[in-house]
């Protein structure tokens, strides 16, 4: 079975469209009039075509697999979105090829929420932000992790 589309979030009015690389992938960024209009997020992504590339959730673990930023959410949020781009270009994507974005934060509040926002606006395409989810988790895999993000990626 050929998979042509993957539809994220249910249909939805106020398209969007994005070409990806060499157009082979079209992708639809969608917000529904129905609902109020998301600050930094899309409600719905479409894609049509394309190949379908899912990262696996990053911490703020670096090279060495030492712990970013020892109790400080900023300096693991950075690494995690690092991170992120690392494994997209090893996939040979880029951050303006994510569609999709969840995000777990242990301790979510609003000081968290603001630090994730403004370290999140330099790694995604703010004109087209992929769909995303944000959960406030009690922990993580590793005692000291604050935040894992995982990411869904089209190419064309």
Known sequence: MRLDRFLVVGLMS?????????????V??????????????????????GKMVFLSGQVGVNRKGEMVGKDDFRAQAAQ??????????????TPKDVVKLNYYVVGLNHDRVVALREVRDGFIDKAHPPASTLAGVQALFR??????????AVLP
């Open 14 to 26: 106020g398209v969007v469209f994005a070409q990806t690389g060499s157009g082979k992938a079209k």
């Open 28 to 49: 639809e960024f969608m917000n529904s009039h129905e609902m109020s209009s998301p600050a930094g997020y899309s409600h719905a992504v479409v894609v049509h075509g």
């Open 80 to 93: 995690v979105f690092a991170n992120l781009r690392a494994e997209l270009a090893a996939a040979g994507a």
């Open 143 to 152: 005692e000291d992790a604050m935040i894992e993000v995982e990411a869904v």
